[in-house]
């Protein structure tokens, strides 16, 4: 039977970028079945008997390589076209991990990019550098906490905030759960915790910014990071699991403040069985890509149970070469404590944040010494 | 030593919505510790003995309920202060599984709405019944394609859309891989595939709409969705895993077209090990929620590794009672073929939409032949 074959009429420009995957198969031909299958569900999803020329030569994903790496699982990485791409963020982690994401056999390790792509999305606007000037640094661990808890008003939020400044809490974050509840409205708190940061940067002589909670519904997100601009805030957050990684991408292009990425809502994609996203890929390098100056993870040991090993891919992630874009802070927290300083230093280097939560509110009723001491261990440990 | 404790000055209205979890846990005592730990984890992130009055009693999340539902499996029922959310889609859903993403042992099963918060999110504008007037078919599975392979222009596409429509294929919907490329720009492709089927419906009697995919950055989805309204392409599809499901809910709420929910880069959140969401939940109620009013993902038996039940789960929750939202169509896909029809009718019932991709080219040559042989089939099962 004669079948019509699909072709494509333009020309591409043969400017490729890579993925490397981690595929779980019983037998290499399984893996190189697996290897072919995956990199036709990540572009043409398609008969691959019913394309031919450019289609089928560059269009479809390539596999580059295929290697065993342990008993059953193997490293495959794929080249793609750029042109598939169009310039757009979320069609390029579609790319990525759209439809594998479903596959429970496929995890995306690590991400390549073109010198193209990197021209597209440069990356943290600030990085480890940039931030260090901004708050004035030029070396050490960098210190930082959350407003908490839910409930508190803005002028609550903004007195627990001066104290924090004032014992030298450098980056100081609404907690994640903070929007535009009732109870502190996004712009009133907003107001109300720059000054009170401001003043304590005044009477202290340390510098500090305060990053409020801009996860918000649609352009809300980008209005409210305007509004922190203008107000002095210093910095925002946003979870990028919650409103995506293009819109965290539009606060580094078009705002212009040092990012905060929260976790919340990207449990989904750690690593669980074979599949997900692996931690060097998920916190490290597609936060770059997408602008993240900070990048805030539960560190191991703590209540959410990653790994000493999966926290050091983290940092890595974060920090090792990606077609020229700048590295990012580390922030792991998550139930950390003032004792774990020293190990926790010695795993992910200088360029640290340590995000400290409740262990400076137990530790006794002057939150502003309770920072200072904080401070005064962060600046010991080598 | 004295402490401070926190409380709030401001009343809440004592209105809670709700979510049930599955705990895996060794022994009663664990499950009872863990379903704790989540309510404070999901709402004020705090050591708990450090608030009072009304945070403590109505900011933290209550446990309703904990039951053991199989050995070493626990049943958590939480609840929540409507006050918490703010009337922010991305907050709600920070709420049900923000930082619990990042438990390995929790998993959200269900989500409950208030009175309240339905008629914020009042959820699909269209659902099934509203699709089917809109197609003019009043009982009867439905019949969906994509647009493929990437690669090919929009006349090109134009062509098999045509095709496709005059066999009788209601809903032709983009591949979730076109976006703005070179090779097939939205606008013009907007253009050329809703004359195609408008043509094709003016030939053929029966209706058809166009959805293409709208999954952009930022403002760049309700700009092309507000496009395809003003074109007359009669839908439009968006991948909330890739954009967020607070931009779903706005192209819903702000455009008014019915839309089509693809699953790329949400498969981290399939249950793997103990975390995740619930199919349930994640195909079903949470794009309710969302505004999608067909939601595709990947059918038992293909190549995505899902089961029967899982299957049989998401129909569930996209058709159960949910606080009066409308019921929604399920699409599963992914290497579906021909001969599976009857037992898929006889597992998701009579609203149901078969999307079909490959199958369709492989058959023959003939697209038109091809649609009208899939369009008696689906037809005849009863």
């Known amino acids: 039977m004669n079948r019509p074959r699909y072709d494509t009429a333009l020309p591409l420009s043969g400017a490729r970028f890579t993925a490397r995957y981690r595929i779980a198969a019983e037998t290499p031909a399984a893996a190189e079945e697996a290897a072919?299958?995956?990199?036709?569900?990540?572009?043409?999803?398609f008969p691959a008997e019913l394309v031919e020329g450019t289609i089928a030569r560059e269009v479809v994903a390539r596999v580059e390589s295929l290697q065993e790496t342990a008993p059953g699982v193997y490293a495959a990485e794929l080249s793609f076209?750029?042109?598939?791409?169009?310039?757009?963020?979320?069609?390029?982690?579609?790319?990525?991990?759209?439809?594998?994401?479903?596959?429970?056999?496929?995890?995306?390790?690590?991400?390549g990019l073109s010198s193209e792509l990197a021209r597209r999305f440069p990356g943290p606007r600030y990085g480890?550098?940039?931030?260090?000037?901004?708050?004035?640094?030029?070396a050490g661990p960098l210190l930082s906490t959350a407003l908490k808890p839910l409930g508190l008003g803005p002028e609550e939020l903004a007195a627990m905030a001066y104290r924090l400044a004032l014992g030298g809490v450098q980056l100081i974050k609404d907690d994640h759960g903070l929007a535009n509840q009732a109870?502190?409205?996004?712009?009133?708190?907003?107001?109300?915790?720059?000054?009170?940061?401001?003043?304590?940067?005044?009477?202290?002589?340390?510098k500090a910014v305060y990053?409020?909670?801009?996860?918000?519904?649609?352009?809300?997100?980008?209005?409210?990071?305007?509004?922190?601009?203008?107000?002095?805030?210093?910095?925002?957050?946003?979870?990028?699991g919650l409103v995506g990684f293009d819109r965290m991408e539009r606060l580094a292009r078009e705002v212009g403040l040092p990012i905060l990425s929260h976790p919340a809502f990207l449990g989904g994609f750690v690593p669980k069985g074979d599949g997900g996203i692996?931690?060097?890929?998920?916190?490290?390098?597609?936060?770059?890509?997408?602008?993240?100056?900070?990048?805030?993870?539960?560190?191991?040991?703590?209540?959410?149970?990653?790994s000493r090993e999966e926290c050091a891919q983290v940092n890595a992630g974060l920090k090792d070469e990606l077609?020229?874009?700048?590295?990012?802070?580390?922030?792991?927290?998550?139930?950390?404590?003032?004792?774990?300083?020293?190990?926790?230093?010695?795993?992910y280097g200088d360029d640290l944040i340590f995000l400290i939560g409740g262990a400076l509110h137990r530790r006794g009723p002057?939150?502003?010494?309770?920072?200072?001491?904080?401070r005064r261990l962060a600046a010991e440990v080598k």
């Open 81 to 111: 076209a750029v042109e598939l791409v169009g310039g757009e963020l979320p069609q390029l982690l579609n790319v990525f991990f759209g439809n594998s994401s479903l596959l429970p056999n496929v995890r995306l390790e690590r991400i």
């Open 278 to 306: 692996a931690h060097y890929a998920l916190f490290g390098q597609l936060q770059r890509l997408a602008g993240a100056d900070v990048v805030i993870f539960p560190n191991y040991g703590g209540r959410f149970a990653f």
């Open 36 to 45: 072919r299958a995956l990199a036709v569900e990540q572009t043409i999803e």
């Open 128 to 138: 480890t550098r940039g931030l260090r000037r901004v708050l004035d640094v030029p």
């Open 366 to 374: 002057d939150l502003t010494e309770n920072a200072r001491h904080f």
């Open 211 to 240: 990053a409020p909670n801009v996860t918000a519904p649609g352009e809300e997100t980008l209005r409210r990071a305007r509004l922190a601009r203008e107000a002095g805030a210093g910095a925002v957050m946003v979870a990028p």
């Open 183 to 206: 109870f502190a409205p996004f712009e009133a708190r907003l107001e109300a915790v720059t000054a009170a940061v401001a003043r304590a940067e005044r009477e202290s002589g340390m």
């Open 323 to 347: 077609t020229g874009l700048a590295p990012a802070f580390p922030a792991p927290g998550g139930g950390m404590s003032l004792e774990r300083v020293p190990e926790m230093r010695e795993l």
